[in-house]
């Protein structure tokens, strides 16, 4: 090898490296990448929460429903359901009037809380939460029993 073509290959090494530019630019799509997951993973993790809650909420209407067909009156259920921290109030009782003789119904109604609101306004300044509009469903079963015992 002469002195010339060595010299030749050693520039060429020195030149075959990343710039600034380039790192800085690679950097960048980067930090969207690696943002672009954690705020996915804050979705999938509030949405996994809401679908927690109103599953339970249902259930808890549901034991309602059937404990009112085991002949309870609602003031009795609300007084052995244990209390469910996404609901918004006790569930509501109405009268229905079924077409067939013999029975009794009624349409029972739960309001949820689909978030759970841990933040509010403190001395002026926002610290999380949904400022008291809670998102909320509402979810209503008939149940029917029969009046002959």
Same mark, same amino acid.
């Given at each position: 090898?002469?002195?010339?073509?060595?010299?030749?290959?050693?520039?060429?090494?020195?030149?075959?490296?990343?710039?600034?530019?380039?790192? /800085? +630019?690679?950097?960048?799509?980067?930090?969207?990448?690696?943002?672009?997951?954690?705020?996915?993973?804050?979705?999938?993790?509030?949405?996994?929460?809401?679908?927690?809650?109103?599953?339970?909420? +249902?259930?808890?209407?549901?034991?309602?429903? $059937?404990?009112?067909?085991?002949?309870?009156?609602?003031?009795?259920?609300?007084?052995?359901? &244990? &209390?469910? &921290?996404?609901?918004?109030?006790? &569930?509501?009782?109405? *009268? +229905?009037?079924?077409?067939?003789?013999?029975?009794?119904?009624?349409?029972?109604? /739960? *309001?949820?809380?689909?978030?759970?609101?841990?933040?509010?306004?403190?001395?002026?300044?926002?610290?999380?939460?949904?400022?008291? *509009?809670?998102?909320? $469903?509402?979810?209503? +079963?008939?149940?029917?029993?029969?009046?002959?015992?």
């Amino acid at each position: 090898m002469k002195p010339a073509e060595f010299h030749t290959q050693t520039a060429r090494k020195k030149g075959s490296g990343y710039s600034l530019i380039e790192v /800085l +630019v690679a950097s960048g799509i980067l930090l969207i990448g690696i943002s672009a997951a954690a705020s996915f993973s804050l979705t999938m993790t509030t949405q996994e929460e809401m679908g927690h809650r109103l599953a339970r909420g +249902v259930n808890y209407l549901e034991c309602h429903a $059937r404990l009112y067909q085991l002949g309870l009156d609602p003031a009795a259920i609300g007084a052995i359901m &244990p &209390p469910e &921290p996404a609901r918004s109030g006790a &569930p509501t009782f109405v *009268t +229905v009037s079924p077409a067939e003789a013999n029975l009794e119904g009624q349409v029972i109604t /739960l *309001t949820l809380d689909s978030v759970k609101d841990e933040g509010g306004w403190t001395e002026g300044s926002w610290t999380g939460g949904s400022q008291g *509009t809670l998102p909320t $469903r509402q979810f209503s +079963v008939r149940a029917f029993r029969n009046t002959i015992r």
